[in-house]
């Protein structure tokens, strides 16, 4: 059997088993560094290939079936540990375009976090454009779903995608998460900074959360909260990080009022 087959077949069993264990990554408000959420990545250390990324093995989840249990398995993880910290952050989770086309996704997550103690308020669906561009009424009533029970929607990697911007006010989401690619040299690159701006405004128009993810240094960040942007997500605030990491940043990384 080729090596490329072992390891995707090492993958499945891995699923099976509940081995990708979810990774939280923090997104922090810029001025005062307190914790608003974390972005849940999944992550897989296989014991003979190595750590194996996402952008490996999501698309085999995605092509052999697996990608609703393994979403099932974050969601059961990184809500159970999560319950159990102080402080009302969210739990961030991307699900896969082709999720959006099954009716029974919002069951899944719903039937997901009950057990687990963590309030479903506090969880958000994070897409990508690809899901709004793909014209998809399934996942119109999908998202419609979702927000009735609380469930906030976020349209993650903003900008890379080219929707067709009167597709957003169709869509029901709360948050746009600026696109990496963008912040990376926006302390130098007027382009990138003008196309940050455009987000920034429109998302505040709209009433929308707007989150620059990539924020690597203090430059970047600077000239983010320069143009009104508040929240962030990025290595200069917290790489992704083991669940027992992430307790102790949540801990020290309260709102002011909690
Ligand atoms: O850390 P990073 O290498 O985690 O993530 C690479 C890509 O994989 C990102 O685009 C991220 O959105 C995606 N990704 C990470 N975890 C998941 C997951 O649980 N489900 C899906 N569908 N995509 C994920
Ligand atoms: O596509 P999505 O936004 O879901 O993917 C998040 C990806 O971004 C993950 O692969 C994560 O590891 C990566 N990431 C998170 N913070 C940073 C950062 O500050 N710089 C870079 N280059 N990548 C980051
Ligand atoms: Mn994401």
Redesign the pocket.
Known sequence: MPASNTKRCAFSQAVGKGE?W??F?PIVSMDNGALIGF?????WNSPRFGAI???EF?PW??EDGL?DQ??HN?IVSACTVAAKWSGDFYLG????PM?FNQDDMATMIFSAVKETGFPLHRLKV?M?EKTLIDENSAAHALLKRLNSAGVAIML??FGTGYSNLSKLQNFSFQTLKIDKSFVRNIASNMNDRKIVTAIIDLGTSLGLEVIAEGVEDIEQARVLQSLGCVLAQGWLYGS?MTSADAALFAGLHKPANC
């Open positions: 990708i979810p990774a990554q972005e849940i990545l999944a992550r990324l996402p952008d999501i989840a995605e990608i393994l979403t974050l989770f991307n699900i896969s999720q994070e990508t993650d990697d992704d």
